[in-house]
């Protein structure tokens, strides 16, 4: 079994088939699926998603694109649901910053200002944290090791920077269809390095198609390509790969499937 720990099945890209494409991912083996949260607007839908299928999860957060619209009164008025089972995805993205040093400093700033207040409510509430970083690993680093999550959590979709492995004794890393690219070399170079309980398999879907499908709509059903991809590079047999790598997601979300 695999679960997939990191898919928008609340996107508009699913509102004409979500029953099927969650249906295909069950014939697949996949046991377990978990909604981020990446905004106040879809958070309501992720909600009814993961109260209408047994198998969803959710858990409530707001991405760093989205801080201006950041209300912890609405992500609390949902962490206490029985399928809530992480905060986030919250953390520093960088990549598309503003073109003024004010403006820029500004905008990093308010960032912190979300991030570090999402882990503040994570461990309110005996939350682990679902993490995103992209161009930000120096400023990140330093927040999580700053403010410990007691939880723990998981770097989503990892950046396969050394440097975030010295979280490693706290926080898993998310693998997903990245890892089957061509030009993956980095996190290819970087992944044995990773320790095999600290594994977890996502698709961030519909975003981040695997090989053969890039360009196409991603979808749960696609953690296989991604389990045989992890197998290839451990060493392991696929099987080993999902026995692993769903331990750990249950243990660090308490799923009991």
Known sequence: MIIDTHTHLDDDRYLDDLDSVINRAKEDGI??????????????????IAQKYDDVYFAVGVHPYDIESY??????????????????????????????????????????????DQINLANEYNKPLIVHIRDAS????????????KKGGVLHCYNADESLLKLKDSFYYGIGG??????????????????????????????????PHRGERNEPSYTKLVANKMAELSGVSV?????????????????DI
């Open 31 to 48: 046991g377990a699926f978990i909604i981020p949260g990446a905004s106040i607007e879809t958070l309501p839908r992720a909600v009814e």
């Open 71 to 116: 209300d912890r009164s609405l992500l609390e008025k949902y962490i206490t649901h029985h399928k809530c089972v992480a905060v986030g995805e919250c953390g520093l993205d960088y990549y598309r910053l503003p073109e003024s040093l004010d403006e820029i400093e500004a905008e990093k700033k308010l960032q912190k200002e979300v991030f570090i």
């Open 239 to 255: 099987e080993e790969i999902e026995e692993i790598t769903t331990k750990n997601a249950k243990e660090l979300f308490g799923i």
């Open 138 to 149: 120096a400023d990140s680093l330093a927040i999580l090791q700053e403010y410990q999550v």
């Open 178 to 211: 990245v890892i089957t690219f061509k030009n993956a070399k980095k996190l290819i170079n970087v992944y044995p390095k990773i320790p095999m309980e600290r594994l977890l398999i996502e698709t961030d879907s519909p975003y981040l198609t695997p090989h």
